[in-house]
């Protein structure tokens, strides 16, 4: 369904993109809106509502892309296929970034496979639009250009955090990462799919989050993960997360 999102009324101490980040729920909308107003209102009607669901696959590798999608809520994982039966996330999109935008680069199709991991919302766009918005707009492919270069970032750091930190930092990052865009104190997510996630065993996932059940840290119930003291969780997690991203 098209829609055009209300713009409401904020205290004038507060920043344009906040603002607009606040209307249209995704940072990446909210900087376009904000830095590249003209186009932006070429693609504000034809921006549409999409539900999220966790566990499904947004886009396959290789599939031909459809739809651009800017998540407002929820998470979106990014992985490469290592073989037939493993896939390795790279790293994870929420409402501060967008999945598709690479279409600048002239391709059709992506390679990347993109699975919802948290359920919530999207807006998106038809592949031809966002094309053309693209083409018209040097400005705004510039910007693009410069998100991609943050997410390459954002993986090689996941890279090297996979190979520098113990398991259990990690499974701490990853927790503060899902709560930050679940928008509310429960995780709704299984131990497999954390377990997926940081390509390691399930039965290790479940040890570690036994221990930080224990402490106090976190409370977890068959699907849901809930957060008890973030503080805490913040010192267990390895400095990836502190770290500029």
Excluded at 21 to 43: K, M, Q, Y
Excluded at 62 to 76: D, I, K, L
Excluded at 140 to 155: D, I, K, N
């Amino acid at each position: 369904m098209p829609i055009t999102p209300d713009i409401v009324a904020f205290p004038s101490d507060v920043d344009a993109p906040t603002r607009a980040r606040s209307a249209l729920g995704n940072d990446l909308l909210a900087a376009f809106s904000s830095h590249h107003g003209e186009t932006f209102l070429l693609l504000k009607p034809h921006l549409e509502q999409f539900e999220l669901k966790a566990g499904t696959v947004l886009q396959s590798s290789g599939a031909p892309v459809t739809h651009v999608y800017f998540p407002t809520s929820g998470a979106v994982s990014c992985a490469v296929t290592v073989d037939e039966d493993r896939q390795i996330a790279t790293h994870i999109i929420g409402h501060d970034g967008g999945i598709n935008i690479e279409l600048e680069c002239g391709t059709d199709r992506t390679y990347f496979n993109f699975m919802v991991e948290l359920s919530g919302c999207a807006l998106r766009l038809r592949r031809e639009t966002w094309r053309a918005a693209l083409i018209e707009s040097p400005p705004l492919c510039e910007r693009v250009v410069q998100h991609l270069r943050h997410q390459v970032f954002r993986s090689q750091k996941m890279i090297a955090c996979n190979i520098a930190h113990d398991v259990e930092s990690r499974l701490c990052q990853w927790l503060l990462r899902l709560h930050d865009y679940s928008g509310r104190g429960v995780i709704t997510m299984t131990h497999q799919s954390l377990a997926r996630l940081m390509s390691v065993r399930r039965t290790t996932v479940t040890l570690i989050a036994r221990a930080l059940h224990e402490a106090g840290i976190i409370q977890y119930r068959r699907g849901q993960i809930e957060v008890l003291d973030r503080y805490a969780l913040e010192t267990a997690a390895c400095e990836c997360y502190t770290a500029p991203h």
